[in-house]
Structure formats: C-alpha cells, structure tokens
C-alpha cells in the first residue's frame, strides 16, 4: 500500500495569512493527488486534482504542486471559511490512500 | 446538480450489522463507482471500497474483507454498504463519494453517515 505522510498535523494561522500543507508518497506516484476539505457536518469538498489542477468553483487562493513522492497545498490569503481540516489523496493504485489530515485553526 | 445524499444515523450494538445507504442524481447512476471512506473520531481518512453500479462488482479493503459488502439498486440509483460483526472500533462517520476513473479523485460526496457502536 502506498503511504501518504502528510504535514504539519495541525497549523494556527490568521485570516489573511498563506498556509502551506505538505504531502509525502511513500511510493511514486506521477501526479495522481487530490487535496479535500474538511469541516464538520459537511460533505467533503475536492479542491486539488492532478496534483495542480483546481476543481471547479474552488477559489484561486488554492494551489497545488508537486510530483513524484513530494506534494504542496497552498492556500494564500486565509480566509475565515478556509478554517478545515485538509487531506491528501493519491490516485495512482489501489487501495486509495488518504494523508493524516491538517487541521488549520484559527490563531 | 451532482448529488449524493446518505442515511441517517445509527445506533447500534456490538457484533450487530448496519445498512447505510447512498441515493445519487444529477448524473447516470452507472457510469460512475461509487465508493466509501470512513472517518473514525478524531482520525484520518480511510478507503473501505468501492461497488461499480453497472455491473454491481465491488472490491473491499483488505481490512474489511470478509465483514463488508456493497451493493446497489439501479432502479432508484442508490449504493448501500453493509457492515457486520460491528465493535466499537467501527465508531465512525462514513461517506460515500462519487470517484472520477478517468482523473482519479472523488468529485462529488454524501454529507456522512454517522455510525455508533454501544452496548
């Protein structure tokens, strides 16, 4: 299985604020990650595909890059409904794997 | 729109089994896998496994073999998941999400299903 390490755990910023959130494959894996959002009693929402590609109706303050094994989310001028929980999910084999999960909190 | 909309909480008792169910529209039901992931209480994201709606073939995580099955009802586009042998570690919110083969990721998802194993 392919492990995904993602960091920090946890993250205090302020609105306004640029958070980066990184994520680790223990194996290759192209470009196949996917970054989601997290709050409580809400449906999921996809952010990131393709490792850069921002899904429809995501704001441009999010971005993603990377490739390979080493992965960045990146959410610039923190806005005060960005406070989630944010995971990382590679798409390359089976079983889909998911990143521990960061939670951005408020400062 | 794309929707998928989960059953409501459960209750239930150790070594019991629980249906949670997954209604999709805004899309054709069988072009789709549909998937489930849980969340235990304060933990990561985990893959449970996924059913295809067209053929109804699924694939479970190696941890779930053997006590999981998904299915579905193409009739009225919905996907269940069933979970036997219940403990307490199966405390969790469950989701299911609609994964995209072509670009690998899971676009649309249920608002959750929370699922409480007490004696």
């Known amino acids: 299985d392919i492990q995904m390490t993602q960091s920090p755990s946890s993250v205090s910023a302020s609105v306004g604020d640029r958070v980066t959130i990184t994520c680790r494959a223990s194996h290759r894996i192209s470009n196949w990650l996917a970054w989601y959002q997290l709050r409580p009693g809400k449906a999921p929402n996809l952010l990131i595909y393709g490792s850069s590609t921002l899904q429809s109706g995501v704001p441009s303050r999010f971005s993603g890059s990377g490739s390979g094994t080493d992965f960045t989310l990146t959410i610039n001028n923190l806005q005060p409904e960005d406070f989630a929980t944010y995971f990382c999910q590679q798409g390359s084999s089976f079983p889909l794997t998911f990143g521990g999960g960061t939670k951005v909190e408020i400062k | 729109q794309v929707q998928l909309v989960q059953s409501g909480f459960e209750v239930t008792k150790p070594g019991a089994s629980v249906r949670v169910s997954c209604k999709t529209s805004?899309?054709?039901?069988?072009?789709?896998?549909i998937h489930w992931v849980r969340q235990a209480p304060g933990q990561g994201l985990e893959w449970v496994g996924r059913v295809n709606p067209l053929s109804g073939a699924a694939n479970y995580a190696q941890q779930f073999q053997g006590r999981v099955s998904m299915t579905r009802d193409t009739s009225i586009s919905t996907v269940y998941m069933e979970l036997h042998s219940l403990t307490s570690d199966d405390t969790a919110l469950f989701f299911c999400?609609?994964?995209?083969?072509?670009?690998?990721?899971?676009?649309?998802w249920g608002q959750g299903t929370l699922v409480t194993v007490s004696s």
């Open positions: 805004g899309y054709t039901f069988t072009e789709y896998y």
């Open positions: 999400a609609r994964h995209d083969l072509r670009l690998r990721m899971f676009d649309s």
